[in-house]
């Protein structure tokens, strides 16, 4: 694939993911068949409540991830100014785009190194594809899309879908598990594993769990979808019956939590997710972060750096008051049994 492809590509999505044309249509990411379990005599004082944690030897004031978006052309590298901005005011971690623009180009170094100077304090998460992880990459390449960032963590995002429906994708990942299994092996960051917006099953979890993989951002099914950004690009040819493919991320952050019995690691819970309540029952079903793309990034499009920051401490915040609400002292307490199911009430 030329460069030039690879920056085509890149404005495309830009531009589709501006307004929420490319959003599921007929399913949802799930959280509205839950509800909090109010508890009427909390004990708790909503100004005390800390949601500061530790995310890879760092502190972040809350869990909450600004996820992987774009990196490898002009406007892109405006972006990931402006979000690395708003990850450093407010102390949280933020993803890199795909950095395979820049193994194949090193000149475009500075649409991602940017993201370091502007967030000097935060975790950063480098990203590569899986199709590349598959296809195999050198030694060197990894270390340099690290470097780059002086990232914290290896984001590869796995994108079968995407792969199937995107003009010239290429729908193979033969060999990805071991090649993963010896990337983790040589390189001394954690590696965490997310789809797209297609979402990760506990079944699916648990292989990447048995090589050594650290982190599981399930990208569910309910905001982006990745299948409809590529046909939209691509009408004439693409398939559009699946629009709405995918493992709403509700689902996903449940059934991978199960997992949390048997293996040591981090998981996230991203997909759709709209608001603070949706960012408040993901973790109440299991995620230790929570992480959000499509919504931050028409957020940071339409309204400016400004508005974002403003949006992310009104989710901080009704995450501390559903804290309150619940009677939960602390995160790992609001994951304690403090959901009904809808459906339980009638
Ligand atoms: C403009 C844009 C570009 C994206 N590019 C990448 C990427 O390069 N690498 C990646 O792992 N995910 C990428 N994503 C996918 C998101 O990280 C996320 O998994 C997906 O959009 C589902 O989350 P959402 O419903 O919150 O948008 C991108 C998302 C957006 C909106």
Redesign the pocket.
Same mark, same amino acid.
């Given at each position: 694939m030329s460069s030039d492809e690879i920056t085509k590509r890149k404005k495309d999505?830009?531009e589709?993911?501006s307004t929420d044309k490319a959003?599921f249509r007929n399913k949802t !990411?799930g959280f509205e068949y839950y509800d909090f379990k109010h508890y009427a005599i909390t004990e708790l004082n909503l100004e005390q409540i800390d949601i500061a944690q530790r995310f890879f030897n760092k502190t972040i004031s809350a869990p909450l991830i600004i996820?992987?978006?774009?990196?490898g052309v002009n406007e892109s590298k405006n972006i990931n100014h402006e979000l690395a901005k708003v990850a450093q005011h407010l102390k949280i971690p933020i993803?890199?785009?795909?950095q395979r623009a820049l193994i194949e180009d090193r000149a475009k170094l500075k649409s991602f190194s940017i993201i370091r100077e502007a967030a000097p304090d935060v975790p950063i998460l480098a990203?590569i594809?899986a199709a590349q992880v598959a296809q195999g990459i050198k030694l060197e390449d990894y270390k340099f899309i690290i470097d780059s960032l002086e990232a914290d963590a290896l *984001?590869v995002?796995v994108?079968p879908l995407q792969e199937l429906i995107q003009h010239r994708g290429e729908p193979n990942f033969k060999g990805l598990l071991n090649n993963l299994e010896s990337l983790i092996r040589k390189i001394t960051i954690p590696v965490i594993v997310?789809? *797209?917006?297609s979402g990760i099953n506990g079944e699916a979890a648990e292989k990447l769990l048995e090589i050594g993989v650290k982190g599981v951002?399930v990208?569910g099914a309910?905001?982006?979808s990745?299948s409809a950004v590529e046909y939209l690009r691509n009408e004439k040819n693409a398939d559009e019956l699946f629009w709405d493919w995918g493992l709403p991320t509700s689902f996903c952050i449940k059934d991978v939590n199960k997992l949390k019995e048997n293996y040591n690691f981090i998981l996230i819970g991203?997909?759709?997710?709209k608001n603070g309540f949706d960012a408040a029952k993901s973790i109440a079903l299991g995620a230790d972060l929570v992480?959000? !793309?499509?919504?931050?990034?028409r957020l940071l499009k339409n309204a400016g750096a400004e508005k974002l920051i403003e949006v992310i401490e009104e989710w901080i915040s009704t995450i501390k008051k559903v804290m309150y609400l619940t009677n939960s002292r602390d995160l790992k307490e609001l994951r304690e049994n403090k959901l009904i199911k809808v459906s339980d009430y009638y």
């Open positions: 999505h830009i589709i993911c959003n !990411a996820s992987c978006m774009t990196g993803g890199s785009g795909s990203n594809g *984001v995002h994108n997310k789809e *797209v917006g951002d990208a309910g905001g982006t990745w991203s997909g759709g997710i992480a959000s !793309a499509g919504t931050f990034f």
